[in-house]
Nanobody, 125 residues
Framework: QVQLVESGGGLVQTGNSLRLSCAAS????????MGWFRQAPGKEREFVAA?????????NYADSVKGRFTISRDNAKNTVYLQMNSLKPEDTAVYYC?????????????????WGQGTQVTVSS
């Protein structure tokens, strides 16, 4: 069992940056793939970024955030990060962290087994 707790959300202006963190409980954090997803009001949850197990050499990004967002992991701290730069109003959503037992940097929700409660990100224009 893995418990995930997101933090770092908030209200920022267009063009600014935020760094989200997701702290995981339990052992074997390094064996999980980690992903970030988001859900805006009235929309389905969508993929944002993912990082593979262990050294995290494999990453995957949604086209909408490629070049602006960076996912990384620190296995010693059981934490995954999402650095978000050049934020836009359309990035406004609740951001969820997820852990996948399969270990691959998948963009599909069904590949993730554990989910956090989410953190709100609001970008004002």
């Amino acid at each position: 069992q893995v418990q995930l707790v997101e933090s770092g959300g908030g209200l920022v202006q267009t063009g600014n940056s935020l760094r989200l963190s997701c702290a995981a409980s339990g052992r074997s954090f390094g064996t999980y793939a980690m992903g970030w997803f988001r859900q805006a009001p009235g929309k389905e949850r969508e993929f944002v970024a993912a990082i593979g197990r262990n050294d995290g050499r494999f990453t995957n990004y949604a086209d909408s955030v490629k070049g602006r967002f960076t996912i990384s992991r620190d296995n010693a701290k059981n934490t995954v990060y999402l650095q978000m730069n050049s934020l836009k109003p359309e990035d406004t959503a609740v951001y969820y962290c997820a852990a996948g037992v399969g270990g691959s940097s998948s963009r599909f929700l069904y590949d993730y087994d554990y989910w956090g409660q989410g953190t709100q990100v609001t970008v004002s224009s």
